[in-house]
């Protein structure tokens, strides 16, 4: 097997503002990002040979085609919950590093605000074709893992509401700078401990909300990165781990972390030639649907020892200011979650840190980077990890 | 010699104060008459062998279904064999003694061999006539082996009258007037064929050892003890103020109380009423003793949970009345093809190597053969919460909120998803002790779509007086 590593750069990227845009459909989203990464990569939509387009809710690659009046180009529409919008990506990538396409789009779109709903249901949910009860909500999923955290590792409701309140305030924090964010607004731990339980032990401000965005990358061979700009970013690593209900039906699994995530990091960091995480990487954009996700994430990604993420979250270890950035940009808290654009948002943040263009949330010298994202449930789900680098 | 082989009671575990000291016992909103009885069965089915079972009888006047047989479904939930006979007895209070009547024939006849009897009701009644009414099923095995009381002798007695009766497609029961419904219907009727049978049987009322039969309520009760002419401790307990009227389930539910009670060569006589009368007599043997670690009614009366309010009741009934036609529901063609996940509960245990897993699949999770299963079921199986989440979305009515959704971790191995029922959401604990129980989770597009869920165990309500 051959490493990713290098062989592909992405030279453009554009990102819509997310939230409830409700003057906006997906057509024009995705203009939108797609005219915006043409023009950050110096480039026209003709230029692109080839298209992976992500979305959960439209279902085939035409209306991309259509609202972008590509000419005649390959279109593919990928799906892989969650992990769409990486998935466009992480295909994207394999075509170019084949040689067989120099340009390439990768762009993901979702508009939830049109189907009148207030919170995301699971698509893949039910059990036995509806006929069982495996339950019907995001929340609840990942509650369970929640529930489970606690009796693990003996930690009181007040002492664990306490800690994923502090991953609230950060991530709504980080989002408060970020004009391209759905919420801008600080929010205290007291808000996020009180706020009405939606699964508990998961309440209000443990979830992310609802809302539109589009987000899109224009990728082509490292090799020719140069003729389009000197500050391009390079793909590291690409790893994608699939559950197989293991943790539904073996009772080893112990709900305390997502086997998907720890196998894809695996795969990414292998390609990548990282040997120490937590030392090597400078930010991480994860998938913090759940606040008590981004905290088994930070461990199932080794930024932290297992059983230590609460002691890491209380020292601020992944603030904007920590030793490893997590979620810079917002995440899911501050973003909402458009299931098919929140990877290449998550690229978005990374690809302009490393560039220097993050306004007040610029780190300092960045060189590597991560974005995870982490479909369906603690049990089985689909793990991504992808990881950028700065050019030598 | 043909008699009850077995026998079994389910009392849903919420009661509702109907007076100072008085209650009924009242069924879940995931309950309806099906589940009962299915639980009912279970418990008469307890340390016998199911495969041995041949027939089932489902008496109700609240089938699930106008055209559709609740019989077969009962059968697949309670794991018995396939090649049985299955018939629903409905539309008469007098439905239970009239199944248990049918079914002591075809064991004679020769048709079945063991034939399970469950009767079962969730009955509603307009301006305050439910008052009375209680929710509950009773099961009987009717065989010619290691028989607990065998039939001595039975009448029935045909009479057309409308005293209480509830129309096609109508939720409430209604009645005549008081005087007409007592005096021209249940007080005449009942009493000419208990004593016909008494007649033919040679037999007066001091042979009887107890005496089971059916009452409007307990004044109507206490009046035909007295025109029966049996002393009070010849009658069996009614329980209308623990119970209530359980319609076609009541005088079988009596008469499992009355067996939990008896001796070797008690004589029994069991009267039902509705349209008409049965009357049965039961002479009790030796092997009565050999009964044990039945739920019953006595125990399953000891083991409730008091209801905060009439109020919460009625969201149960409204909600199980909401248009069943109106919502998209499960679909018939799956339920068809994973019948046995669904209603038995079956997982599968892995040929190669040994690991359990629900629901069922083709490939092993833990070992990747292919196809080298045999069913394993987990409806009889305990478990423990591994972990859980309270709900308040959508999927759960509001007075149910919050729900209790779970993931158990089975006894001799086995992980699933199940909801929970009959808990108190803030008492779930990770690793507390769960069974499971046969429920509805509703009905859409005309289709009840029936699961198991866990639950606490009912043993833990013993003696408690929860709310």
């Known amino acids: 097997m051959e490493s990713i590593k290098d062989k592909v750069a992405i030279i453009g990227m554009g990102c819509t503002k997310f939230g409830e845009n409700w003057e906006k459909s997906a057509d024009d989203m995705l203009v939108d990002s797609a005219s915006e990464a043409c023009e950050d990569a110096g480039i026209e939509m003709k230029d692109i040979q080839a298209v992976w387009f992500g979305s959960t809710r439209i279902n085939t690659a035409e209306p991309c085609a259509a609202a972008l009046k590509l000419d005649y180009v390959p279109v593919t529409r990928v799906e892989n919950l969650c992990a769409t919008a990486t998935e466009a990506l992480r295909n994207a990538c394999f075509a170019?590093?084949?040689?067989?396409?120099?340009?390439?789009?990768?762009?993901?779109?979702?508009?939830?605000?049109?189907?009148?709903?207030?919170?995301?249901?699971?698509?893949?949910?039910?059990?036995?074709?509806?006929?069982?009860?495996?339950?019907?909500?995001?929340?609840?999923?990942?509650?369970?893992?929640?529930?489970?955290?606690?009796?693990?590792?003996?930690?009181?409701?007040?002492?664990?509401?306490?800690?994923?309140?502090?991953?609230?305030?950060?991530?709504?924090?980080?989002?408060?700078?970020?004009?391209?964010?759905?919420?801008?607004?600080?929010?205290?731990?007291?808000?996020?401990?009180?706020?009405?339980?939606?699964?508990?032990?998961?309440?209000?401000?443990?979830?992310?909300?609802?809302?539109?965005?589009?987000?899109?990358?224009?990728?082509?061979?490292?090799?020719?990165?140069?003729?389009?700009?000197?500050?391009?970013?390079?793909?590291?690593?690409?790893?994608?781990?699939?559950?197989?209900?293991?943790?539904?039906?073996?009772?080893?699994?112990?709900?305390?972390h997502m086997e998907e995530t720890v196998r894809a990091g695996q795969q990414a960091y292998t390609m990548a030639g990282i040997k120490d995480p937590f030392k090597e990487i400078d930010l991480a954009e994860v998938h913090d649907c759940f606040t008590i996700t981004e905290m088994v994430i930070t461990e199932d990604l080794g930024f932290c020892p297992r059983g230590k993420g609460p002691e890491y979250v209380k020292a601020g270890t992944f603030k904007l200011d920590g030793k490893l950035a997590v979620n810079p940009d917002g995440g899911l808290k501050s973003f909402g979650h458009p299931i098919g654009a929140s990877g290449l948002r998550m690229i978005y943040e990374i690809y302009k840190q490393m560039q220097g263009k993050a306004g007040p949330r610029q780190r300092k010298n960045p060189t590597l980077g991560l974005t995870h994202n982490f479909g369906m449930n603690p049990g089985s789900g689909i793990g991504s990890v992808t990881i950028l680098g700065q050019r030598d | 010699?043909?008699?009850?082989?077995?026998?079994?009671?389910?009392?849903?575990?919420?009661?509702?104060?109907?007076?100072?000291?008085?209650?009924?016992?009242?069924?879940?909103?995931?309950?309806?008459?099906?589940?009962?009885?299915?639980?009912?069965?279970?418990?008469?089915?307890?340390?016998?062998?199911?495969?041995?079972?041949?027939?089932?009888?489902?008496?109700?006047?609240?089938?699930?279904?106008?055209?559709?047989?609740?019989?077969?479904?009962?059968?697949?939930?309670?794991?018995?064999?396939?090649?049985?006979?299955?018939?629903?007895?409905?539309?008469?209070?007098?439905?239970?003694?009239?199944?248990?009547?049918?079914?002591?024939?075809?064991?004679?006849?020769?048709?079945?061999?063991?034939?399970?009897?469950?009767?079962?009701?969730?009955?509603?009644?307009?301006?305050?006539?439910?008052?009375?009414?209680?929710?509950?099923?009773?099961?009987?095995?009717?065989?010619?082996?290691?028989?607990?009381?065998?039939?001595?002798?039975?009448?029935?007695?045909?009479?057309?009258?409308?005293?209480?009766?509830?129309?096609?497609?109508?939720?409430?029961?209604?009645?005549?007037?008081?005087?007409?419904?007592?005096?021209?219907?249940?007080?005449?009727?009942?009493?000419?064929?208990?004593?016909?049978?008494?007649e033919k049987s040679n037999l007066s009322a001091k042979d009887i050892t107890k005496a089971v039969f059916y009452g409007p309520d307990l004044r109507r009760h206490r009046q035909m003890a007295g025109i029966l002419g049996f002393k009070p401790e010849q009658v069996q307990e009614p329980f209308f103020d623990k119970l209530g009227n359980t319609g076609a389930s009541f005088v079988l539910m009596m008469l499992v109380a009355a067996l939990e009670d008896s001796k070797p060569g008690d004589t029994i006589l069991l009267a039902g009423y509705g349209d008409g009368a049965d009357v049965l007599l039961f002479k009790v043997t030796d092997k009565v003793k050999n009964i044990k670690d039945k739920w019953g009614v006595k125990r399953s009366l000891a083991s409730?949970?008091?209801?905060?309010?009439?109020?919460?009741?009625?969201?149960?009934?409204?909600?199980?009345?909401?248009?069943?036609?109106?919502?998209?529901?499960?679909?018939?063609?799956?339920?068809?093809?994973?019948?046995?996940?669904?209603?038995?509960?079956?997982?599968?245990?892995?040929?190669?190597?040994?690991?359990?897993?629900?629901?069922p699949q083709r490939i092993c999770t833990q070992c990747h053969t292919k196809d080298n299963f045999t069913p394993y079921s987990f409806a009889d199986k305990k478990g423990k919460v591994f972990t859980f989440t309270l709900k308040n979305g959508a999927d759960i009515p509001a007075f149910a909120r919050p729900g209790v959704d779970t993931m158990v971790d089975f006894e001799g191995g086995g992980r699933a998803l199940f909801g929970m029922t009959d808990m108190i959401a803030e008492k779930v604990k990770v690793g507390m002790d769960v069974e499971m129980s046969f429920r509805t989770l509703g009905v859409g597009g005309g289709i009840h779509n029936y699961f198991w869920r866990c639950m606490p165990p009912r043993e833990s309500w013993l003696g408690k007086e929860t709310k």
Request: glycine fraction near 10%; aromatic fraction near 8%.
């Open chain 1, 96 to 256: 170019v590093a084949s040689g067989v396409y120099d340009i390439v789009l990768a762009i993901g779109v979702e508009k939830l605000k049109d189907q009148g709903m207030g919170g995301l249901g699971t698509v893949s949910g039910a059990g036995g074709n509806g006929t069982m009860e495996w339950g019907i909500s995001a929340a609840m999923f990942f509650a369970r893992m929640a529930t489970r955290y606690m009796a693990h590792y003996g930690m009181t409701y007040e002492e664990f509401k306490q800690v994923l309140a502090k991953i609230s305030v950060k991530n709504h924090h980080n989002g408060s700078l970020n004009p391209r964010a759905h919420f801008q607004r600080e929010i205290t731990e007291e808000m996020a401990i009180n706020a009405p339980m939606v699964s508990w032990p998961l309440g209000l401000y443990d979830a992310c909300g609802v809302s539109d965005g589009s987000a899109a990358a224009i990728l082509c061979r490292a090799d020719m990165a140069k003729k389009f700009r000197d500050d391009y970013v390079l793909v590291k690593g690409l790893g994608l781990a699939v559950g197989a209900r293991q943790g539904y039906l073996q009772p080893s699994y112990d709900m305390v």
């Open chain 2, 1 to 198: 010699m043909v008699g009850i082989v077995s026998y079994g009671a389910y009392i849903p575990l919420r009661r509702l104060s109907t007076g100072p000291q008085t209650e009924r016992a009242v069924a879940n909103w995931d309950e309806d008459s099906l589940t009962m009885a299915v639980a009912a069965a279970i418990d008469c089915l307890k340390n016998i062998d199911r495969k041995s079972i041949d027939g089932l009888y489902f008496a109700t006047t609240t089938p699930p279904y106008g055209e559709k047989l609740a019989a077969t479904t009962a059968a697949w939930a309670a794991d018995l064999p396939r090649d049985i006979l299955t018939a629903d007895i409905t539309d008469s209070l007098r439905a239970g003694t009239g199944a248990l009547k049918i079914a002591i024939d075809t064991v004679k006849a020769g048709s079945a061999k063991n034939l399970l009897v469950t009767a079962s009701d969730l009955r509603m009644g307009g301006g305050g006539m439910d008052t009375g009414f209680g929710d509950g099923a009773a099961g009987f095995l009717i065989g010619d082996k290691d028989v607990i009381a065998t039939i001595e002798g039975s009448h029935s007695l045909s009479n057309e009258l409308l005293d209480v009766w509830r129309a096609s497609g109508v939720k409430n029961v209604r009645s005549w007037e008081d005087r007409f419904v007592f005096e021209e219907g249940y007080l005449k009727v009942l009493p000419q064929a208990v004593k016909t049978l008494m």
């Open chain 2, 304 to 359: 409730k949970m008091l209801m905060r309010s009439q109020d919460e009741y009625r969201a149960y009934r409204d909600f199980a009345a909401t248009d069943p036609e109106k919502f998209g529901g499960a679909s018939a063609s799956v339920i068809a093809r994973e019948r046995d996940a669904i209603y038995a509960l079956h997982g599968v245990k892995c040929l190669t190597c040994g690991t359990v897993q629900y629901p």
